[in-house]
């Protein structure tokens, strides 16, 4: 449920969503119906919720017996649906990607641990595109892999660099409009926007906690504007940029006793243009109006 209390940070209006039970909130998504999948991590579990936080479904139990147990996952830390209501949950633990359908049974898993195509090392997110296809950040490869919906490598992208294209860990992507994709390069304390083929546009953001500067940027989401909100962990705030990234606006701050950010992950929009913030070490999802 909504918290009673409404802090703002800086014109942006905030609200608590979520169960009291949430522990370690990572990825997220939204539903067309404006549900809530959370990742989270240490416990082991996707949790859907409703729009307003209340407890709908537990995903990545396991199905069958203590010794033919199928779709438990370990380390959960991103999640994202297709078109038909499938959930693809990304386990950083297993090195691997989970399916469940629509009501939450296991479907089938791929990947696995190693550097080959299909393979993962800290498997830490997964996104779907406009045409169905996954794309996955395969964190300590330091690259991005793309693949269909059974698995099927499709192509990959990057190694571990700071050249233009290439990644040191990154943790998040995400689509515009048009196709172009955003990557937060995290140890390179930047944001690298590739064509819809993967090659490199352009890149902004650096090391430091000023306008435009990164500590440790995260999770990433764009709204129907063609804003960039990205989750810059280490100083415990979003960041706004255009496409071009141009620095706009941010909100959030240090982390303390009451209503500030700690930690934050994962973000996502939602149908209505709000935004959800995985606040992990606040244990709770924290709900933004930008109006």
Request: aromatic residues 10%; contains cysteine.
């Amino acid at each position: 449920m909504f918290g009673a209390s409404q802090p703002t940070y800086g014109g942006v209006l905030a609200s608590v969503v979520g169960p009291a039970s949430l522990l370690r909130p990572c990825g997220l998504t939204t539903d067309g119906a404006g549900n809530i999948y959370v990742a989270q991590g240490p416990a082991g579990r996707v949790t859907k919720l409703d729009p307003r936080g209340g407890f709908l479904l537990k995903i990545g139990g396991g199905e069958g017996g203590f010794f033919s147990k199928v779709g438990k996952v370990r380390a959960p830390t991103g999640v994202a649906l297709d078109s038909l209501g499938n959930v693809y949950v990304a386990d950083a633990k297993l090195d691997c990607v989970h399916k469940f359908d629509a009501e939450g049974h296991f479907v089938c898993k791929f990947g696995k641990k190693g550097k080959g195509d299909g393979e993962f090392q800290r498997c830490r997110s997964v996104r779907v595109d406009g045409s169905g296809s996954l794309w996955v950040i395969d964190a300590y490869n330091h690259r991005i892999q793309k693949l269909s919906q059974d698995g099927t490598p499709e192509a990959k992208f990057g190694s571990r660099g700071s050249d233009a294209g290439n990644f040191n860990n990154p943790s998040d992507l995400a689509f515009d409009q048009q196709g172009f994709i955003y990557v937060t390069d995290s140890g390179n304390r930047r944001v690298q926007k590739l064509d819809p083929e993967g090659r490199f546009v352009l890149s902004f953001g650096r090391g430091g906690a000023g306008d435009g500067e990164f500590g440790m940027p995260r999770g990433i989401a764009l709204d129907q504007a063609q804003r960039i909100f990205v989750v810059d962990t280490w100083t415990n705030r979003i960041q706004t940029f255009d496409t071009d990234g141009r620095f706009l606006f941010a909100f959030g701050g240090p982390h303390g006793l009451g209503k500030q950010l700690n930690q934050p992950y994962g973000i996502a929009v939602t149908g209505a243009g709000s935004l959800l913030v995985a606040d992990n070490h606040n244990d709770r999802i924290m709900w933004f109006s930008l109006n």
